[in-house]
């Protein structure tokens, strides 16, 4: 079979869809195809037609697919292309004509402020430099991909704002919720895409979801507030973190792309933001959204970012909750910014006092009837013998406090510990709640370490680390019914000007970089720990179904919350240097990035509380008055980055899959090697074949583009990671104007470090890190170095 001057790549949503699960007959299944814009046939009248002609032409006698026709979106800006629901027989079909690239599944992905503008140095009043020079991000579009908005909430109103940018060209969709007249000059457009989301999972119910972009779920408003919110006085979530809630670039525009619905985010779906964003005019693309890792031509979320970064678009997306553990990092396509997590100086102290005088720190926001004063309760461990329910398997459903776990004659009246994980913290409030239980404890586990995140319970609760939740257990074990386990809950409210600050969320996903290890992510860290933003009116702030409590504000945890710090800084410093290339607003703000603390000690992890490293927070925390004048910047094209994928050894078929258009890797693969990418970090991986003591070498080259306003001579500085010998050639840069460049080398030499056995384990690898900065006396650019030494399996 033969499809008429076809280049395609399928993606396939192969997501276990059965007849009768909401796919469609015969396991029919959603394919994102991409094809050759240019290869219409002359007698198809238009890209949909040809588009359809192909599906039936893999089909056969077009059984497999059904009723309403095979396509789903169609695709023309940040991709060409279309989706398209077929049976897995049609897709093989289509796999195997002349010109497929590749066939890999479609995949679901998943969603992964009062104080955080101050702590990053954006003031209004006075107004800070890049406040001030931004015009506050005016003009400027964010699309926010996401769970849609709240479009009435107080922070998206448009008083004082001009006409909305004659650059526009997007739409204002409505629906349920969402009339016609729900965009303004803050909220340009609104668009949803559950098409791809349907064709898997069957027609959405309409009694829990609405079909417009209404934000039903509470994460789309909250980024979207986090990102480019209006000052909004008073604002606080049940009492707590009072005061002024602002966004980024508070008069930046909003566009609101609804992807995510009840059973996730599919990239089908994804792909039409994308698409849409790119044709609509935006200017920064704010991703919240995580999935696995695989080879960037089957990730159609590096797919759609290559092709809005192609268009002068920000790409900014979270790098993923699965922290603390290594190679947990998502979206690490080098053309996006990959936001990590941190904290501010700012807690919400909840802690836990027993009977025997001991005292462990929590956090919690909850903020309805407190524990009577004085009284002390007795404490009760669901998972030992005796708390759980007669339906309960055993007791580690009651040590979840899943849902139908817990005995009510075990816990009425009482404060009961919960070990973390499975269902989501407030739930097991809730569960706790409905049993009669007066109070919870959420204990984190070994895995979770000492990371904590502060939640609106519907009940007095906190949450406690790993070493007090082991210790509570032990104190609960050790009680008798003469002498019974006690504690009480003593909630603190807010406090400010909390030390050390920042340090990386536990949760938040860290390095190496499991796709292309050349590329250090994440790439820089920004606030993401218990955030305030804005909240639909109609949804509660535990966001569970019971949670009937009304709130105008919310905070919340994750990457999803630090992703649209950066995006909405990303967006300030296009306002203020608007020939800059997505590449170089992003070094701007990873050379600038800071990572030593408010205790002057260099960042630390909150699981651990030992210091973090480059694999924790990338080029440091970002500081957006720093980067509002880096000196430098490393730019990179979209020839470069057709360069490294040449030198991940992709084929051209690969390359073409993300770039579309055709790739000569000679020169590329002459030229040097991934790692000569020009990013704003230097990561070298190499592998000691014997595991024995040996000296390793490769080389990085870079180009340093002046943007710091004329004449200026920068000098390096190296520190050199451990064991580690890094040279720099030359040592000097002397600019002569704005906008020149000049390129220089480095060179690492590495030594397997000694150890007992004078070998390394098979398997095992070693980390160091140091950094290169450059300094003109004005400006400090800083790249971090991090070099891993790996011993092969045997």
């Not at 039936?56 to 497999?64: H, I, S, V």
């Not at 979530?237 to 930046?252: D, H, S």
């Amino acid at each position: 079979m033969v499809l008429p001057m076809l280049l395609l790549v399928v993606l396939a949503a192969v997501t276990g869809v059965s007849a009768g699960g909401g796919g469609g007959e015969g396991g029919v299944r959603t394919y994102i195809v991409r094809v050759d814009a240019d290869a219409k046939p002359s007698v198809y009248p238009t890209h949909a037609h040809w588009y359809e002609a192909a599906v039936l032409a893999a089909a056969g006698d077009g059984a497999g697919w059904p009723e309403g026709g095979p396509l789903i979106h169609t695709y023309s800006a940040a991709f060409h292309g279309f989706s398209a629901r077929m049976s897995p027989a049609a897709a093989a079909a289509l796999a195997a004509a002349p010109g497929v690239a590749a066939v890999v599944p479609e995949r679901v992905r998943h969603l992964a402020t009062t104080r955080s503008p101050r702590f990053l140095g954006l003031l209004s009043s006075p107004p800070s430099a890049l406040l001030a020079d931004s015009d506050f991000g005016a003009d400027l579009v964010m699309a926010i991909v996401d769970t849609g908005i709240s479009p009435a909430h107080r922070s998206f109103h448009d008083r004082g704002l001009g006409p909305v940018p004659t650059k526009w060209r997007g739409v204002c969709a409505s629906g349920p919720g969402f009339p016609p007249n729900s965009c303004n000059r803050k909220l340009v457009g609104a668009r949803f895409f559950s098409k791809g989301y349907e064709a898997t999972s069957g027609r959405m119910n309409e009694t829990a979801e609405v079909r417009s972009p209404l934000d039903t779920d509470g994460h789309g408003t909250h980024t979207a507030s986090i990102a480019a919110g209006r000052y909004v006085f008073p604002a606080s979530t049940l009492g707590y973190a009072r005061g002024v809630a602002a966004g980024m670039a508070p008069k930046a525009r909003l566009a609101a792309y609804k992807v995510c619905w009840a059973g996730g985010c599919f990239d089908s779906d994804i792909l039409a933001a994308f698409d849409a964003a790119v044709a609509d005019g935006v200017d920064v693309i704010s991703l919240s959204v995580g999935g696995v890792v695989v080879p960037y031509y089957l990730d159609a979320i590096a797919i759609g970012a290559f092709g809005a970064t192609e268009a002068g678009i920000v790409v900014s997306a979270s790098a993923g909750n699965g922290g603390p553990g290594g190679l947990t990092v998502t979206n690490v396509a080098p053309w996006m910014a990959t936001v990590g997590a941190g904290s501010m100086d700012r807690a919400f102290p909840a802690n836990v006092r027993l009977g025997n005088g001991q005292v462990f720190d929590g956090v919690s926001v909850y903020g309805g009837p407190a524990l009577e004063s004085g009284m002390m309760y007795e404490l009760v461990y669901a998972g030992a013998s005796g708390g759980a329910s007669s339906s309960a398997a055993d007791g580690y459903s009651a040590s979840m406090c899943l849902d139908g776990s817990l005995d009510p004659a075990a816990v009425r009246g009482k404060i009961v510990v919960c070990d973390r994980g499975v269902n989501s913290r407030a739930a097991k409030g809730d569960v706790v709640h409905r049993a009669g239980g007066f109070g919870m404890v959420l204990a984190n586990g070994v895995f979770d370490g000492e990371g904590l995140v502060a939640d609106c319970h519907v009940l007095p609760a906190t949450a406690v680390g790993a070493a007090a939740g082991e210790k509570l257990r032990k104190y609960i074990a050790s009680s008798t019914k003469q002498r019974p386990a006690t504690g009480t809950i003593l909630f603190e409210g807010t406090h400010l000007g909390v030390h050390p600050a920042p340090v990386v969320a536990a949760f938040s996903a860290r390095g190496p970089n499991p796709q292309s290890p050349e590329i250090l992510k994440p790439d820089l860290i920004a606030p993401g720990l218990n955030i305030l933003a804005a909240w639909p009116s109609d949804v509660g702030p535990a966001g569970i179904p019971s949670d009937n409590r009304r709130t105008e504000f919310n905070i919340l945890s994750g990457t999803s919350m630090a992703c649209p710090h950066v995006s909405g800084l990303a967006a300030l410093l296009k306002a203020a240097h608007p020939t800059w290339s997505p590449a170089a607003i992003k070094s701007a703000l990873m050379t600038t990035a800071y990572i030593k603390d408010n205790s002057n000690g260099t960042i630390v992890d909150e699981s651990t509380g030992a210091v973090a490293d480059v694999f924790d927070f990338g080029a440091g925390h970002v500081d957006p008055m720093r980067a509002m004048d880096p000196g430098l910047v490393y730019d990179i094209t979209p020839a470069d980055y057709v360069n490294f994928l040449c030198n991940l050894n992709y084929t051209e078929q690969n390359i073409r899959a993300i770039t579309r258009r055709q790739a000569d890797c000679r020169g590329a693969r002459r030229a040097g090697h991934a790692g000569n990418l020009n990013y704003p970090s230097l990561s070298a991986t190499f592998v000691a074949e014997d595991g024995a003591r040996a000296t390793m070498k490769t080389h990085f080259i870079r180009t340093a583009t002046n943007v710091g306003g004329g004449r200026a001579v920068y000098r390096a500085t190296v520190r050199a990671p451990e064991g580690c010998n890094v040279t720099v050639q030359p040592r000097q840069l002397p600019f002569r104007r704005d906008g020149q460049k000049l390129s220089f080398t480095v060179r690492v030499e590495a030594a397997v470090a000694p150890t007992k056995n004078k070998k390394m384990e098979p398997g095992s690898s070693q980390v160091r890190s140091g950094a290169l900065t450059w300094s003109d006396g004005r400006h400090t650019v800083s790249s971090p170095i991090v070099v891993t030494v790996q011993a092969p399996l045997q």
